[in-house]
Structure formats: structure tokens, C-alpha cells
């Protein structure tokens, strides 16, 4: 079976957002831990949270997958941006420690020209700090098309980061694969998927590999750009989704839809043709 969903706000509560995700046949969602753009956090309703998990228990929802700030940035030139990016993770670990077994994900993070060795060396620092023994979140690294500074623009990169964290930490740490993102960075996942996964089995390992961000691309490939678009509409088509959401590599994942829709039933539409294509 398809897990899949899409973003939803949190403005009216946990609950209500599982209730969203029911409307239009979702059985995973996503939210961000804050707003988008940074900023602080509001203290999550415990009881609006129970609600929430009971409500995922009873419509055997699969895993949630959480989606830290974009301006969190772990590997700033700024010790006041990364001390602030630092101190934002922890609060949102606590609050999905609050929702236990479900993925918290985020971007590694822009170099800032320090070069690539030195922002991993800097994540790797900031998670060793900010993980501990016993959690019941995995922190999920971000793929990502490669624009700018940023950091996990290859697997390669991402395996560093993973290889550099503490030995004892390292299971609670895995990727999330954004489809826009890898084929913007140069994955050739349209004409090549097969190739895609055993590349990235070698270097990092698809037992790490927890979720995927289903996004069609408005750019083409190997651009660089990370700019998404709706499914089928973009440079990936829908052919290549359809050998994505079958893929036996990846079936049982969460796929999360981050496409640009004016409102809620246009994820529900994108639902609705993913699910008719793995039967």
C-alpha cells in the first residue's frame, strides 16, 4: 500500500491536521515544527496531541515526517544564526519526542563559501550535541538540488555527515529523498531510477533512506535550481512517479507531496493518481 500525503498547517492544532489528512486519503502528513522562515515555536496542546496519536493509531497511519525551518542552518558563517539553529532543533526535538517513532527532517544547510568540509564538520558538531541515547525521533537529512552553498547536494555528502556522527548516535539519524531535488542535483531518476538507488545503497545504504518528497521539477535536469512542480506537470512526468510509488525499494516509505496547490484538494487529486497507479 501507498503511504502518502502532503503539508499541512498547524494553525488549527494537531488533531485537525490529522483529520486534513483523512479528508483527502492521506495516511501521512507533514508539518513544520515553526514557521517556515524561522521564528519561535508555540507549545504543543498535550491533549491535542493524544487526540492526534490516537486518531493515527485507530486509521493505522504510517509515519509522520516533520519538517524543520528552511532558515535553520546548522553550518552558518554566523555564530549567532548557527547558535539560534541550534538552540530551534532541540525545542523541535522535544516537541516530536512529544509524538513518538515519526521523522523530524530538515536541510543540512548552507556552507556560507566556508566550503563543504568545513559546514559538514560544523552539522556533525551540532547533531553530536543535540542527539541523545534513547530518543524516539530520527532526525531525517534532506537531499538537496545543489543552488548556492548548500550542503547534501550528493550522497557523498550526506554519508558524511552520517559517518561523522558518534557510533552510538548514528540510528537515529536518516535520509529523506526529494525527488525534485536529486534530479535537479544530477540523479538521473527519470531514465536511470535503478541506477539512482543502487548509487545511493552503495554510499550511504537504502536501509537509511526513511521517507521521500514526491515533487515534479520546474526545471531540467541537473539545473541546480530546486524549483517544484506538480505531479506529472514538471520535468520528471508522470511516467517516472509511477515506477517511483512502485518501486519495491521504496514501497512502505512515507512519500510526502510538497507541490504548489492553491488548497487542500489539489493534494488530494495528486493522491488520488498516485494510489490508482501501484494497483
Known sequence: MLHIGCHLSTSSGFLHMGEDALSINADTFAFFTRNPRGGRSKEADL??????????????????????????????????TSSFAIESFAKDIQTMELLPGNYLNFHPG???????????????????????EGMQTTILLETMAGK??????????L???????????QPYVGICLDTCHVFDSGYDIV???????????RII????????????????????????????????GLAAFERIVTHPALRGLPF?????????????????????VEN
Open 159 to 169: 554519508a558524511a555527515i552520517r559517518a561523522g556522527i558518534r557510533q552510538e548516535l
Open 256 to 276: 510526502i507531496l510538497e507541490t504548489p496547490q492553491d488548497d487542500l484538494s489539489g493534494w488530494g487529486k495528486e493522491i488520488e493518481l498516485l494510489r490508482s
Open 47 to 80: 491533549q491535542d496531541v493524544r487526540a492526534l496519536i490516537d486518531l493515527m493509531d485507530n486509521h493505522h497511519f504510517a509515519k509522520l515526517v516533520a519538517h524543520a525551518p528552511y532558515t535553520m542552518n546548522l553550518c552558518s558563517n554566523k555564530p549567532e
Open 110 to 132: 548552507c556552507h556560507m563559501n566556508q566550503g563543504a568540509e568545513t559546514g559538514i564538520s560544523m552539522i556533525v558538531e551540532a547533531l553530536n550535541s543535540l542527539l541523545f
Open 191 to 201: 531514465n536511470n531510477l535503478d541506477g539512482v538507488l543502487e548509487e545511493f545503497d
Open 205 to 236: 545504504g537504502l536501509e537509511h533512506l526513511h521517507a521521500i518528497h514526491i515533487n515534479d521539477s520546474k526545471n531540467p535536469f541537473a539545473s541546480h535550481k530546486d524549483r517544484h512542480e506538480k505531479i506529472g506537470k514538471g520535468s520528471i
Open 148 to 157: 548556492g552553498t548548500e550542503v547534501g547536494r550528493s550522497f557523498e555528502e
